[in-house]
């Protein structure tokens, strides 16, 4: 060792110094290994230590099937960024999150005939129905006019957690009730007076459907020319009757009347080639079963419609609707 070496000389004057001997060697070795075990990338800050918590969430499925499901966690904190991820393909959640109190959604976002839009909070999550593209109609529902056309959703299913609260050590399970958005109208048009065989073709379109729906509140969202937008339908022949399967997110509550009419509008195409336009006005019935369902319109309606010749034409007359229990199914992806 170079004993002439200035540094060395201090460090060797600074030990015998404070310890009374001269040791500098030690002295070099106990720094040298000092600073080469404390690296900075061993440091471990507590910042940098994020805790998390055990969460199970099993919605109650003892009245529906969910398909693959979409949940979004959002943090009630006000500045942490919602956190998305994928249930399982029965719709349950197993896996950690952040400590924290959050509020949840989970939904089926697989349908392609909707859009999840604004999601950055619950308050703006909606599921939305595009506009119908007018080329991608049947001849028959292209000659509708004067209307917004909306399709008709698959099978959509919202379950909100109001509350969940994340800690560490203390594993959370949460058992949800799915709530099924979409909704089923049915028709049952009976008809009479031979036109069973004289009619080829029947299409339909229903006015005054909500055009999205919020997610953590499922309520539909009004906007001003609801009695503007509607959805075109077709039926199926079933002997002297034809029958009709209209899938949506609600009907706006005509408020008898006060608001605006429901006018059902159909197209007859008879086997000779030519048409026919039945318009019949369904403002009483579904005030009816608004009053009946507190506002609400219910999972699954069926209203009986029957057809008859008349000195203009063709007349129709609703009969006495019914409810039936909540059966919706249109093809979720």
């Given at each position: 060792?170079?004993?002439?070496?200035?540094?060395?000389?201090?460090?060797?004057?600074?030990?015998?110094?404070?310890?009374?001997?001269?040791?500098?060697?030690?002295?070099?070795?106990?720094?040298?290994?000092?600073?080469?075990?404390?690296?900075?990338?061993?440091?471990?800050?507590?910042?940098?230590?994020?805790?998390?918590?055990?969460?199970q969430i099993y919605p109650d499925q003892s009245?529906?099937?969910?398909?693959?499901?979409?949940?979004?966690?959002?943090?009630?904190?006000?500045?942490?960024?919602r956190i998305v991820m994928d249930g399982d393909a029965h719709g349950n959640?197993?896996?950690?999150?952040?400590?924290?109190?959050?509020?949840?959604?989970?939904?089926?976002?697989?349908?392609?005939?909707?859009?999840?839009?604004?999601?950055?909070?619950?308050?703006?999550?909606?599921?939305?129905?595009?506009?119908?593209?007018?080329?991608?109609?049947?001849?028959?529902?292209?000659?509708?006019?004067?209307?917004?056309?909306?399709?008709?959703?698959?099978?959509?299913?919202?379950?909100?957690?109001?509350?969940?609260?994340?800690?560490?050590?203390?594993?959370?399970?949460?058992?949800?009730?799915?709530?099924?958005?979409?909704?089923?109208?049915?028709?049952?048009?009976?008809?009479?007076?031979?036109?069973?065989?004289?009619?080829?073709?029947?299409?339909?379109?229903?006015?005054?459907?909500?055009?999205?729906?919020?997610?953590?509140?499922?309520?539909?969202?009004?906007?001003?020319?609801?009695?503007?937008?509607?959805?075109?339908?077709?039926?199926?022949?079933?002997?002297?009757?034809?029958?009709?399967?209209?899938?949506?997110?609600?009907?706006?509550?005509?408020?008898?009347?006060?608001?605006?009419?429901?006018?059902?509008?159909?197209?007859?195409?008879?086997?000779?080639?030519?048409?026919?336009?039945?318009?019949?006005?369904?403002?009483?019935?579904?005030?009816?079963?608004?009053?009946?369902?507190?506002?609400?319109?219910?999972?699954?309606?069926?209203?009986?419609?029957?057809?008859?010749?008349?000195?203009?034409?063709?007349?129709?007359?609703?009969?006495?609707?019914?409810?039936?229990?909540?059966?919706?199914?249109?093809?979720?992806?």
């Open positions: 060792m170079d004993r002439s070496n200035p540094s060395i000389q201090f460090v060797g004057t600074l030990f015998q110094t404070v310890f009374g001997v001269r040791r500098p060697t030690m002295l070099i070795v106990g720094v040298s290994v000092a600073l080469t075990s404390c690296t900075q990338s061993a440091i471990l800050y507590p910042e940098q230590l994020e805790e998390v918590g055990s969460v009245e529906c099937t969910l398909p693959a499901t979409q949940y979004y966690f959002y943090n009630m904190d006000g500045e942490s960024d959640f197993d896996g950690t999150l952040p400590v924290g109190i959050y509020r949840v959604i989970a939904t089926n976002v697989a349908d392609s005939r909707v859009s999840f839009t604004t999601m950055d909070s619950p308050e703006t999550a909606i599921v939305r129905l595009p506009e119908l593209d007018e080329s991608s109609l049947t001849p028959a529902l292209s000659r509708v006019a004067d209307y917004t056309l909306l399709p008709q959703p698959g099978n959509i299913y919202s379950t909100v957690i109001e509350s969940l609260v994340v800690s560490v050590n203390k594993p959370v399970r949460k058992g949800p009730s799915p709530v099924l958005l979409t909704k089923q109208l049915n028709f049952s048009f009976l008809l009479e007076d031979g036109l069973a065989d004289e009619i080829a073709a029947m299409t339909g379109l229903l006015p005054g459907i909500y055009p999205a729906v919020h997610l953590y509140t499922h309520q539909g969202i009004e906007i001003e020319n609801a009695p503007n937008m509607a959805t075109p339908f077709e039926t199926a022949s079933a002997g002297a009757e034809r029958t009709a399967q209209i899938y949506h997110f609600g009907l706006y509550d005509p408020a008898h009347g006060d608001q605006y009419a429901y006018t059902l509008a159909l197209q007859l195409t008879m086997r000779d080639g030519s048409t026919t336009d039945v318009s019949l006005d369904l403002t009483d019935v579904f005030s009816d079963i608004m009053d009946e369902n507190k506002g609400v319109f219910p999972a699954n309606i069926t209203i009986p419609i029957e057809l008859t010749k008349s000195t203009v034409g063709v007349a129709a007359d609703a009969g006495e609707w019914t409810q039936e229990g909540e059966t919706v199914f249109n093809g979720n992806a």
